[in-house]
C-alpha cells in the first residue's frame, strides 16, 4: 500500500498564490502516476491534473490550465501543485491521488487507487 498526505493549504487572497505538496510513504519503491483533484460543496470531485511516474506527460483541466502547475520530485517522493493567480472558484478541498499499477498507462487512462486525506484551499474575493 501506499499512503499519500497533502500539505500547503490555507487561506489566500484572489490572485494570489499557493504550492500544494502530497508526500508519499509505503510503497515508494515503485513510483505512481498521480493526480490532483478538488472537490467544492455541492460539487462533483473534478480532476485538475495529471503527471506520469517520469513526469514526461501532464494533463490539465481547462478550468485551471495556464494557472496550475503540476510537477514532481521522486527521490523526495512528492508531487506538487503550483496553483497561481487563484481565484475564488478554485475554493475546494485539494485532494491527490495515486495509480497504483505497476505498468505504465496512457495519462487518460489513470486509475486512481490511493488517496491523501485531503488539504482545504480557501480563496477570498
Known amino acids: 500500500q501506499v499512503q499519500l498526505v497533502e500539505s500547503g493549504g490555507g487561506l489566500v487572497q484572489a490572485g494570489g498564490s499557493l504550492r500544494l505538496s502530497c508526500t508519499a510513504s509505503?510503497?515508494?519503491?515503485?513510483?505512481?502516476?498521480m493526480g490532483w483533484f478538488r472537490q467544492a460543496p455541492g460539487k462533483e470531485r473534478e480532476l485538475l491534473a495529471a503527471i506520469t511516474k517520469n513526469g514526461l506527460n501532464t494533463y490539465y483541466a481547462d478550468s485551471v490550465k495556464g494557472r496550475f502547475t503540476i510537477s514532481r520530485d521522486n527521490p523526495k517522493n512528492t508531487v506538487y501543485l503550483q496553483m497561481n493567480s487563484l481565484k475564488p472558484e478554485d475554493t475546494a478541498v485539494y485532494y491527490c491521488a495515486a495509480d497504483g499499477r505497476i505498468a505504465n498507462f496512457p495519462i487518460a487512462t489513470l486509475k486512481y487507487d490511493y488517496w491523501g486525506q485531503g488539504t482545504q484551499v480557501t480563496v477570498s474575493s
Open positions: 509505503g510503497r515508494t519503491f515503485i513510483s505512481y502516476a
